[in-house]
């Protein structure tokens, strides 16, 4: 066993109690300024000999998230609002049980069968769309709000073959409830335990019993009348353990949908509506990936086989995800004492991969506030250490669903670019809300215009 460092990072004195106001109203500022003030690993002190440690230096987030990732597994206050929502699930899991639902899942996220949900990806954006076409030219939209619409209307059709958007719908509405509790969970420490009969926590209840019954409803007519279908669903339904040959119980793959739901739409709209709103402020840009939309679809669908060719599409999305990464903190706790460069980390500290910091590190990004797509150039890839860039996280807890979602996002923005123009309404409030998943906190208005094809 080697002998550990001592030596503690740069600290802030006092605890981070003394600061509760500040963290609350804004996390993400709160911890920008940490970063700016003491340095790329900061300790920022809970109560005697428990602390925060904040990494936003890509070699600390490769230590935690890849190189040293056995000793850092997810922290229990992340979890616990998580499997509230949709219990024991790859997700919020660790060690065996996580490793045998991400081998029994991995194979619905291969591109070889994604490539079957281009065509509805597609087609859910065409309808969405039509929508869209029925409004009035220079009419104003939050487009956080309808990429939220697309992104569900979409995840529950690649998930189940089922519509859930819809504001009829009542698994979508019991989904939205219970998404909401989970988030207001995340960002509230000390609330009153599900047990306790509040209005919130009858709500969630009733909205959670209601969300299972209908996800297990869904199973189980598949079950007793399976479909030719290529939806996740379908995918999980037939998997199967390589070595035991078991596949997952209903109660998994229940928990597994919801799972999913709650992984794979937030994300996604919440990036779309700021690729929007960086689209509307770079006329150069907009106008560059309109070159690219022009040659390589004249107005045709981004189909599975000219995907790869929308090079420029997909490098502002990425280039989306580095200034607004969704998931812009991965937090996990240390397993042991361990050193990181030098630095002391005693066990049962609270880490945080800093996403966001480290996105816009000024000793890897050479504008780093800028909207620059260019930095997704090869050559320029090349150039950066693998964890200045980590949006889908990294190691063996890599996002499950990073190729679906730069898939989804890809067609979207080819197709409605190809027929609206989004135009920001001017004097409005645009603020990150740092509490989930970066979205715009007070949503983002635009005008929409229809191109004449
Ligand atoms: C832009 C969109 C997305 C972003 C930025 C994103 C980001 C991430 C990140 C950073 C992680 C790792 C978290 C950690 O290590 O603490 C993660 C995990 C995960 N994501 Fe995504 N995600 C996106 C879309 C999706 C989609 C579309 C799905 C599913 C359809 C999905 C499903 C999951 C699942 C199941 C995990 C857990 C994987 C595991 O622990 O093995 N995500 N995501």
Not at 171 to 177: D, I, Q, V
Not at 185 to 200: I, Y
């Amino acid at each position: 066993m080697p002998v550990l460092s001592r030596k503690s990072p740069p600290t802030l004195p006092g605890y981070l109690v003394f600061n509760p106001k500040e963290i609350k109203e804004n996390p993400l500022n709160f911890y920008n300024r940490m970063w700016k003030e003491y340095g790329d690993l900061v300790r920022l002190p809970i109560m005697p000999n428990y602390s925060f440690y904040l990494a936003a230096h890509p070699s600390y987030a490769e230590h935690i998230l890849s190189t040293h990732q056995e000793l850092y597994p997810k922290p229990d206050i992340v979890n616990k609002p998580f499997n509230l929502m949709m219990g024991e699930s790859i997700l919020t899991s660790e060690g065996d049980f996580w490793l045998k639902h991400r081998r029994l899942m991995q194979p619905a996220f291969h591109m070889k069968h994604l490539g079957n949900l281009a065509e509805v990806m597609i087609s859910c954006t065409e309808s969405f769309m039509q929508e869209w076409e029925n409004k009035l030219d220079g009419e104003v939209i939050d487009i956080a709000a309808e990429t939220l619409r697309l992104t569900l209307k979409i995840a529950g059709q690649t998930l189940f073959s089922k519509d859930i958007s819809d504001e009829q719908s009542v698994l979508g509405k019991a989904f939205r409830t219970g998404f909401e509790f989970v988030n207001y969970k995340m960002n509230n420490l000390w609330t009153e335990p599900l047990w306790v009969p509040t209005p919130r926590n009858q709500r969630f209840r009733r909205a959670k019993e209601t969300l299972d019954n209908l996800v297990l409803d869904i199973i189980d007519s598949r079950r007793k009348n399976p479909i030719d279908s290529y939806d996740l669903l379908s995918m999980l339904m037939a998997a199967r353990d390589e070595e035991t040959g078991e596949g997952m119980s209903d109660k998994q793959l229940q928990n597994e949908v919801i799972t999913l739901l709650v992984a794979g739409h937030e994300t996604v709209a919440s990036a779309l509506a700021w690729t929007w709103f960086l689209l509307a402020e770079h006329a150069d840009v907009a106008a560059k990936l309109q070159d690219e939309l022009q040659s390589v679809l004249n107005g045709s669908n981004p189909t599975l086989d000219k995907l790869p060719k929308l090079e420029y599409t997909r490098m502002v999305f990425e280039e989306t995800l580095r200034l607004y990464p969704p998931a812009w903190a991965m937090p996990r706790t240390a397993r042991e004492d361990d050193e990181i460069q030098g630095y002391f980390i005693p066990k049962g500290s609270l880490m945080t991969a800093a996403a966001f910091m480290i996105h816009r590190h000024p000793d890897f990004w050479e504008n780093p506030d800028k909207f620059e797509p260019d930095n997704f150039l090869p050559e320029k890839i090349n150039q950066r250490p693998k964890f200045a860039y980590f949006p889908f996280g990294g190691g063996q807890r890599i996002c499950i669903g990073k190729n679906f979602a730069l898939m989804e996002a890809t067609i979207i923005i080819a197709l409605m670019s190809q027929r609206f123009k989004l135009e920001l309404v001017p004097n409005q409030q645009i603020e990150i809300d740092p509490t989930f998943t970066l979205r715009p906190k007070y949503g983002i208005k635009v005008k929409i215009w229809k191109k004449i094809p």
